[in-house]
């Protein structure tokens, strides 16, 4: 007498049976035991797929953290804020504006592209010139110093960049940078 089984699956589809693929019998009423996927793989969807990364671990990509899937075939995205950026996988915050020089005292200094660190890229004063807008500059005179130009008194300006100017009025010259009267 025949017995008749139960169909539990679909003839020769396959399932994942924890990190093992298991594939239905011809008739549909049993799955075989089942294989196990090789390393560096993993079941899922019924197949053995090669892992794109190891579950858990972190990575950056464009300023955001990239975490791997518990099943390894993927990243789920984490952006970092506008004040942080990703390194080695954690967003840090920033230090200073990612890629602008600054001055500091008579250095210029360069922030990392990440905006994680900062580093003196040339020394100004070492060169007799003044920092100005993250570059340095030539002295065009020294602080304090006057001279005359025609009726014009000049002083030199504290930045060392450029001079004051103030006419003589009509009852003094300009001599030997000062206004003396006539």
């Known amino acids: ?3 008749c089984q139960k169909v539990v699956c679909v003839p020769g589809s396959t399932q994942c049976t924890g990190n093992a693929v298991a594939t239905c019998s011809g008739t549909g009423t049993a799955y075989a035991a089942p294989k196990p996927c090789a390393a560096g793989t993993t079941c899922a969807g019924g197949s053995c797929l090669t892992l794109v990364c190891e579950p858990g671990a972190k990575k950056c990509a464009g300023g955001d953290v990239l975490v791997c899937n518990p099943d390894g075939l993927g990243f789920s995205n984490s952006p970092c804020s506008a004040t942080t950026s990703c390194d080695a996988g954690v967003c840090k915050p920033q230090v200073c504006k990612p890629g602008a020089k600054v001055c500091v005292g008579g250095d210029v200094v360069l922030c990392d592209g990440l905006g994680l660190s900062a580093a003196v890229t040339a020394t100004c004063v070492a060169a ?11 002295k065009v005179c020294v602080a304090g110093t006057a001279k005359c130009a025609d009726q014009t008194l000049l002083t030199c300006n504290t930045s060392e960049l450029d001079y004051t100017a103030v006419v003589c009025d009509a009852t003094a010259a300009c001599d030997a940078g000062a206004c003396k009267p006539k």
Do not use: E, I, S, Y
């Open 1 to 3: 007498a025949a017995v």
């Open 128 to 138: 007799k010139q003044v920092c100005v807008g993250g570059a340095c500059l030539d």
